[in-house]
């Protein structure tokens, strides 16, 4: 029946579904360093499914093994700033013993796809790869420029991914102003106060730092049979302790006062920040509670010791890592309060620095949001919140680029989605992967 036009087109919907598999099936962990697979073969998968409609993706190769992929899409007035898209290619390991399906088998059970990289972030992929296909093939042509990026190593802080993309070759983000990515679009659903449910999307406006910091005490080292007056290990255990069990003050940011409010005018929970239990209420929320709980404060980590080599030899040096989650502005705050904890002893270095980031949640792009999403969901209510960890964005806010999470998945309101993040048995509803592409289609079209 082709010849009198009546078949209907591939969609991006009827093609999300296979992409996303295919991308889980190429297995990209990212292990911090260069031991893992890296993620030239998803990188060329995502190209060859671009340059088959007649797009012109370009791979770039940041270290052996370690490359991304970027395409641009030119809009209906050039004049206009354009938008970047990003997803990230890399996944965490996955321990497939562990798991339900195989977590690089992309298999689909009880209506969800499973697999490592389910919602982190291959499902947003494949959602990109199937919308880019079907603009090309149906002549479909977005208000202005759009430049698709997907990226190795986000994993690991982006060094061989964003980073490298932003440090190296700036000039494939000309004109770009804004930019949509990860973690951000999902939804979440909130009892009413007068009664029935009400469905959320969340889009992140703003991010906590994430600053990896190693604390060190230099002493000498001595015979562990005799008095030592200064034992290294003593000194950093008890500063790593201190730190660890410190908490930091309350700070109400405007991404987390928003979100706030929106979820009491909905539920009608009360937010009394000198309350003494605020995170009580908080935990009303659900799972979401682990996230939105740490955007109230700055927090440490105690995550690595180091010291030592012998049972009977006190050490002349030891170490310890903490992972400090910082809110915007604070930084110059925190890091007084730390040197008080710490005294003078103990040394502190900062081995990883991943600034904050928060822009505001308005303007068109905003707007655009809101419209998609209520095309498909017409009940729905977006509203802004902030992520307690780091994303590309940190990156690609270096170019000035204003940037929210926007990456569309309605979901089960039982569904514990932050867990699935990093977790055993990560999985994405199959419909969610459907929902999004729907959503992404109107917003690049629209935006
Ligand atoms: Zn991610």
Redesign the pocket.
Known sequence: MSESGTTRNVTGEDEVVDLCRELIRIDTSNYGDHSGPGEREAAEYVAEKLAEVGLEPRVFESHKGRASTVARIEGEDPSRPALLIH??TD?VPANAADWTHHPFSGEIADGMVWGRGA???KDMCGMLIAIARHFKRSGIVPPRDLVFAFVSD??AGGKYGSQWLVDNRPDLFDGVTEAIG??GGFSLTVPRKDGGERRLYLVETAEKSMMWMKLSVRSHAGHGSMIHDHNAVTAVAEATAKLGRHEFPLVMTDAVGQFLAAITEETGYEFDVDSPDLAGTIAKLGPIARVVGATLRDTANPTMLRAGYKANVIPATAESVVDCRILPGRRAAFEREVDELLGPDVTREWITELPSYETTFDGDLVDAMNAAIVSVDPEARIVPYMLS?G??AKAFARLGIRCFGFAPLQLPPDLDFTAL?HGVDERVPVDALKFGTQVLEHFLMNC
């Open positions: 997803g990230h996944v919602v982190d972030m986000e994993e990860e973690v960890g994303t590309d993040f």
